[in-house]
């Protein structure tokens, strides 16, 4: 069974960046569709941004021009930049890999946005 671990969130202030980073191990990284999403409390969880297998890429809109996602599959990493973070961003973001019937979570990483 395949692991997911996520790493590089933190709390930063309006405005600023973060990049977080999500490991794979034991599965076939390459084609797996890769999603961060997200949690903030109260709310639903959300899909925040996708990389598919071959590189294709979706954004939420509340998100796009400020985020990037990206893949390394010599890593077997999904990175997710995030740039001119608002508060609105703070939540739990969560690593996702996705291959037909086969979804794998990872444990997540906290991020706050505040001054």
């Known amino acids: 069974q395949g692991q997911l671990v996520e790493s590089g969130g933190g709390l930063v202030q309006p405005g600023g960046s973060l990049r977080l980073s999500c490991a794979a191990s034991?599965?076939?990284?390459?084609?797996?569709?890769m999603g961060w999403y997200r949690q903030a409390p109260g709310k639903q969880r959300e899909l925040v941004a996708r990389?598919?297998?071959?590189?294709?890429?979706n954004y939420a809109d509340s998100v796009k021009g400020r985020f990037t996602i990206s893949r390394d599959n010599a890593k077997n990493t999904v990175y997710l930049q995030m740039n001119s973070l608002k508060p609105e961003d703070t939540a739990h973001y969560y690593c996702?890999?996705?291959?037909?019937?086969?979804?794998?979570w990872g444990q997540g990483t906290q991020v706050t946005v505040s001054s």
């Open positions: 990389i598919a297998g071959g590189g294709t890429t």
């Open positions: 996702n890999a996705h291959f037909r019937t086969v979804d794998i």
């Open positions: 034991g599965i076939l990284f390459r084609i797996y569709d």
